[in-house]
């Protein structure tokens, strides 16, 4: 580890003489060494003899051509290059630290159950805002194969009963406290939407791909309202399953009913998730040739590139 206290003249500005050090070291050439740093070769053998007069003793061999380095020149090169290599480290830190906070909020997020949101709730200007996030989820297609039921604060009881009728349907043995959790679940949240996936006959778009769209879709309206400072989950359950209340709340034979979004302030933090360290995600795909400089075929190539669907714009 470079330590300046110990060894350097407290006047010796090692960080402004280094690149002229360097560039002598790597050209061991004055007329060269002084073009890599834009210097007249006057120019470089002025800053090198001020280098030497903060230093106290002589760095480069004196003399033309370039003899070479003194001890104490090495020795301040030494330096110079552990300097440069501590500096390039606290970059390397710097920058992945940047990286981290940039997609952190991503990280962090996580989901939070309605027993855990209290008030206020997001505003409409907010949905609307999640619904954006939503809308830049990537979609094959601009099918956008999904669409939001709102709630309003005044037909949540109305939800709540359809909610008692389906748990009843289901089980019509339910127990009282059975029942009250069922209907609890249309009124606990601040903010409760339904989140419906509405999947198009499109011939090169199958449903498979739509169903990912709408999770991406998912996903993003869920990052945007913990980037907003809210809580959310989502949350399906057999109900979903239910015609009946699909019928009730509007929901096409044609389509799903995904879940149900509860949207609130975090009264009590989620404790964090357990997650695998992203390296476990990959791996690496090896060809089955023994050879890596396989050439490829190129017409072969331009035909299977002309078969493709196409790029985006
Ligand atoms: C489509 C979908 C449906 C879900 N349905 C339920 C559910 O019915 N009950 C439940 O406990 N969690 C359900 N979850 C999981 C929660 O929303 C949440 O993702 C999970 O608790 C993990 O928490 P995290 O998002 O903080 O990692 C569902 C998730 C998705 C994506």
């Known amino acids: 580890m470079f330590t300046r206290a110990e060894s350097l003249p407290p006047h010796f500005n090692l960080l402004a003489i280094t690149p002229q050090l360097f560039a002598l070291e790597r050209t061991r050439d004055w007329q060269a060494a002084a073009l890599t740093c834009a210097l007249s070769y006057e120019g470089l053998q002025a800053s090198i003899a001020q280098a030497e007069t903060e230093y106290g003793k002589k760095l480069v061999v004196p003399g033309y051509p370039f003899a070479g380095f003194t001890a104490s020149g090495e020795q301040v090169l030494e330096w110079a290059h552990k300097l440069t290599d501590s500096v390039e480290e606290l970059k390397h830190i710097f920058a992945a630290s940047r990286k981290k906070a940039a997609v952190g909020f991503l990280i962090d997020r996580r989901s939070v159950s309605p027993k855990r949101l209290g008030l206020p709730g997001p505003q409409i200007e907010d949905i609307d805002l999640m619904t954006e996030a ?31 009728e389906e748990k ?48 991406a879709a998912i996903g993003n309206f869920l990052n945007a309202a913990h980037q907003l400072g809210f809580g959310g989950i989502l949350l399906s359950g057999d109900r979903c399953f239910d015609p009946l209340l699909k019928e009730a709340l509007g929901v096409g034979h044609h389509e799903f009913l995904a879940g149900f979004i509860s949207l609130g302030s975090i009264a009590m933090a989620p404790p964090p998730r357990r997650k695998p360290p992203a390296q476990r995600m990959r791996s690496q795909w090896e060809s089955v040739f023994p050879n890596a400089d396989v050439p490829v075929p190129v017409s072969g190539a331009a035909e299977v590139v002309s078969k493709g669907t196409g790029n985006p714009a």
Request: charged share 25%.
């Open 168 to 215: 009843l349907r289901r089980d019509p043995l339910a127990s009282r406290a059975d029942i009250d959790r069922a209907m609890e679940h249309a009124t606990r949240s601040p903010v409760l939407l339904a989140f419906i996936v509405s999947l198009q006959e499109r011939k090169n778009i199958p449903f498979r791909e739509q169903w990912l769209c709408a999770g």
């Open 134 to 164: 939503a809308l830049a989820a990537p979609d094959h297609g601009n099918l956008h194969p999904w669409r939001l039921l709102t709630f309003a604060p005044h037909q949540r009881q109305a939800l709540a009963r359809l909610f008692m």
